[in-house]
């Protein structure tokens, strides 16, 4: 798996049970570690990454990837 190659942790999954702030309520929200931002970059910019981007368009109405500091 491509992400295996980055040296991810997929650290928590979690099923959303409501929404307090907003309108939309995603069905899970997951949380990635990952070494280096380069090494997130890396994953986001390969070609098997992107090869998805059909598929994960039609597989999730909504789809955001955030960076923290």
Known sequence: MYSNRHSSNCVRRHEVADVLS???LPQFVSVIEYPTTNAIKAVFNSPE???L???R???F??????VTA
């Open 22 to 24: 907003g309108s939309d």
């Open 49 to 51: 990454y992107l090869a």
């Open 61 to 66: 109405s909504r789809y955001e990837v955030c």
């Open 53 to 55: 981007k059909p598929v």
């Open 57 to 59: 368009e039609q597989a």
